[in-house]
């Protein structure tokens, strides 16, 4: 019979007990293993079987054994220091508070889901991952963030095979009351944030509150009684629904998120934030929300409440492909944001102008959530290098007078919260005897580790991991019907001292999870060599309404389960935190095989460096940048190739070359292969830092928190920066088509240009209605290609120099000729103010007229190349 409604008891923990409540709350727990070691001496096989879930233990140990702990004298002193070790680490001083000197009150960083730990299923993949080492980080250094994501109430979901190897989800019901969450309560009533639907219909919300470390994670829960049936499924499934689902769940983290935000500092006392940071365009409607704020409890008009919104938002753009951009259909964002939905402080034509494809290829019917993001935040930035590149031509449309270098989208490059992710024997080998993750020297305890050491450490870890692969693949088969006495087989798949490489990420067709069975005989070659063996763990997740992706599960799933190969190569369903953790430490070559460039970013890579492995990775997203052959190999890519089966057969052809003549001789170069531990070595020192999720925080808050926080304070404190600010580029925009640079010039340039002279360049723009200090005059100049498009562009301002009749003006600098071959340069015109974070903000720049339409210019090139 089924139960009409559910909910956990929670033990009362007898009074010497109750530190373990306040272990169990904070999640830290996830990433502090002498908590973890305080858990497991409760109960070490129950820690064991509730998969070091604190939650399920405590629930679950006898009352006796609680009696017995609560009279342990050891025990109570080691929890009492436990306790003790979590208080003061959420109270003292850190990075944030000593180093940098406190330059921020507060951030709220906004992701649709979040990655802490298994025990916590509110993530699909990389962006959720990302998202909870951001905070972790953050907790670690002392930044005052604050995260704001949904619960959904079924996660995303648990994978599992048929007999035919095709992928089967599974969305087990996620209890609040068996998580280590808590609701956030306004007296004794749970606190709620409410929006108002089409048709006069309310959703409401209730927070709950998870603690991860320092940084408080509110997640807002539609599941109330309060609420119709059909808004009570807002929170039911990540990234699941119909497009008007997906809408809701989207208007509810980002505008209730706001409100979430503004209730949870108004009850705690916590400082209102100063930034606010959209981790993708999922959150993009917290700008709309807080322009309304600004409209109705400021009497701001919509021009200023943006400035000031703007001023002090940060976006993060993770996609390279506009494929995964949330796109939504204009008529819908005008049914939910309309007077009798949203209110009247928002004009619905100002919302609908922020989402709006009004660029050459743009669809004018649809709604894009990352342009709004972009057009709401005045700092913007892709997670690696080579994405921002890929991010500026992307979104290069929106800044149509600048080249994509120009575009104001910068990079930070992700990076991943070493103590979650490193195996804790691999930390002790390799941490110094400071452990904090912001010290310099960080592992340079790896100096006094010897080769055998590492070695046999290695070979600890892969014998770890094998046993958990033995443990889910026999699992798996019986999921799809096989019986133990068929199994046998399990007990001898993987062996502890062959190569082992790792191969786990979402299944969408540009990360290419089946381009190592383009040729298969020669698969087989390397998996069953007689001398240098190669094995193989694959796991991924591919979208539920992925059937593309499914079908590339089922073929590696079919290659897999060949009695032939099956012991050297097996994919693991239901690919999470829990799996991921054994896996990086346990293997010693970590495959990425992406279509260039499609990946923006990547940290699997990063955690596996971590761990002592080498990457075997296609030069995309970070590992572009920081691609050493110390630290792995590059596999060739055949960018350019138009024949995708070409390229592929290609690319798949040089992976197997690779692991043939470079990788696998390495590893089997001797009992303890010095040449692959001296790489392993210098993986671990000279990358490990740059990877690390702290590095990836200390630069946002440099680069992006703290120059966003100066703005929201210039533009916050009377308006009168904000109004300013607003008219003014009004006025800009008006009178833009009146500029113009009539003509260009050089002096001392001779007949035959040497490298090293300097030569003066003149120009001589005309203003229209603007002053002067509203613009400024750069010259460009560099490298030209046979398209006479300038190269790696220099900029250097010039100055004005003298005015003329009709508001004209000579503007004087000069050019050193610092390159020989092709040299080109050019002249531009854009808008100044201090209120701007870049020239290129308002999308405008007036370059060199043509001399026939301007009969007073003289008969000069407006740009010249020599």
Known sequence: MRAIRRFSVRPVLPEPLTGLGTLVNNLRWSWHPETQDVFEAVDPQLWRSTGGDPVKLLGEVPAARLDELAHDDVFLRRLELAVTDLNAYVSGDRWFQTDAGSPVSSVAYFSPEFGITYVLPQYSGGLGILAGDHLKAASDLGVPLIGVGLLYRHGYFAQSLNAEGWQQERYPLVDPDGLPISLLRDGDAPATVTLTLPGNRQLHAQIWVAQVGRVPLLMLDSDMEENDPAEREVTDRLYGGSTEHRLLQELLLGVGGVRAVRTFCRITGHSAPEVFHTNEGHAGFLGIERIRELATDQSLDFDTALEVARGGTVFTTHTPVPAGIDRFPVELIQQHFSPDAYGEGVPIDRILELGAEDFEGGDPGVFNMAIMGLRLAQRANGVSKLHGVVSRGMFAGLWPSFDPVDVPITSITNGVHAPTWVAREIHGLTYAATDTAESDGVFDGLDKTSDAQIWETKRTLRQRFIDDTRARVRQSWINRGA????????????????????????????????????????????????????????????????????????????????PEVRHRIVF????????????????????????????????????????????????????????????????????????????????????????????????????????????LRHTIKELGPKVLATRMVRDYVEQLYVPAAHSSRSLNSTYDGARELAAWKKKVRTAWPQIRVDHVELQGLGDVPQLGTTVGIRAFAALGDLEPSDICVEVLHGRVDTNDEITDPVRATLAMAETYEGNRHRYEGELKLDRTGPFGYTVRVVPNHAGLASPAELGLAAGPSDPDDDPSAPDLPAGSEF
């Open 483 to 562: 019986s133990d006495a068929e199994l046998g087989w399990v007990d001898s798949i993987l062996d502890p001292d062959v190569l082992t490489m790792g191969f786990a990420r979402r299944v969408p067709s540009y990360k290419r999870l089946t381009l190592m069975l383009r040729d298969p005989a020669r698969l087989k070659a390397l998996l069953l060599h007689p001398q240098r063996p190669v094995q193989i763990v694959i796991a991924g997740k591919a979208h539920p309404h992925d059937e593309g992706g499914k079908k590339l599960i089922q073929e590696m799933v079919r290659f897999a389960d060949d």
């Open 572 to 679: 693991v369903p239901d690919y999470d935190i829990a799996l991921a953790q054994p896996m990086y430490p346990g293997c010693d070559v970590w495959l990425n095989n992406p279509l260039r460039p499609y990946e923006a970013c990547g940290t699997s890579g990063m955690k596996a460096a971590l761990n002592g492995a080498l990457n075997l990775s296609i030069r995309d997203g970070w590992w572009d940048e920081w691609y050493d052959d110390e630290f792995g190999w590059a596999i060739p890519s055949a960018e350019g190739i138009e024949d995708t089966d070409r390229r592929d057969d290609l690319e798949a052809h040089a992976l197997y070359d690779l692991i043939e003549k470079q990788v696998a001789p390495r590893f089997y170069d001797g009992e303890v292969p010095g040449r692959w531990i001296e790489m």
